[in-house]
């Protein structure tokens, strides 16, 4: 248990960032679950830009290029891949780049940037011209 600390109770997301960034190599493997499709958990440990580790499940379906996906959670499988990230650093920062572009994609500025485009055609449309509204409001 040398290096090993539980944590009880709830921290602040920044804290929760800074110490999986702290991590070589962030693992989720979690198990098949019926009735759950994704897992909002695998955000913030993207945000640490540290490369990745998750099964292929249904949790993680909407990632490819940005995790190092296993078949499942046998610790066999989370060793050889931590390990394969271990020792090939540049497959590791190839993973992390593609995990922060996928990060800025799905921004908050850029989500609200694409729903401020995407009403104001609305209402172009429904006006029959031009909005009222600018595509940016900032």
Same mark, same amino acid.
């Given at each position: 248990?040398?290096?090993?600390?539980?944590?009880?109770?709830?921290?602040?997301?920044?804290?929760?960032?800074?110490?999986?960034?702290?991590?070589?190599?962030?693992?989720?493997?979690?198990?098949? =679950?019926? /009735?759950?499709?994704?897992? &909002?958990? %695998?955000?913030?440990?993207? @945000? $640490? +830009?540290?490369?990745?580790?998750?099964?292929?499940?249904?949790?993680?379906?909407?990632?490819?290029?940005?995790?190092?996906?296993?078949?499942?959670?046998?610790?066999?499988?989370?060793?050889?891949?931590?390990?394969? =990230?271990? /020792?090939?650093?540049?497959? &590791?920062? %190839?993973?992390?780049?593609? @995990? $922060? +572009?996928?990060?800025?994609?799905?921004?908050?500025?850029?989500?609200?940037?694409?729903?401020?485009?995407?009403?104001?055609?609305?209402?172009?449309?429904?006006?029959?011209?031009?909005?009222?509204?600018?595509?940016?409001?900032?």
């Amino acid at each position: 248990w040398e290096g090993v600390v539980l944590q009880e109770g709830y921290l602040p997301e920044e804290e929760v960032v800074r110490r999986l960034h702290a991590m070589d190599v962030n693992v989720l493997p979690y198990s098949e =679950l019926r /009735g759950v499709q994704a897992s &909002a958990a %695998v955000r913030t440990v993207l @945000a $640490a +830009r540290r490369p990745t580790v998750v099964t292929d499940t249904a949790h993680f379906s909407d990632l490819r290029d940005e995790v190092c996906k296993i078949a499942d959670n046998a610790p066999e499988r989370i060793a050889t891949a931590v390990g394969d =990230l271990l /020792g090939h650093p540049e497959k &590791a920062r %190839v993973v992390v780049g593609n @995990a $922060a +572009r996928l990060a800025e994609r799905l921004s908050w500025d850029r989500v609200a940037a694409d729903h401020l485009r995407y009403y104001a055609g609305v209402l172009a449309a429904a006006g029959g011209g031009r909005s009222r509204w600018p595509a940016r409001a900032w």
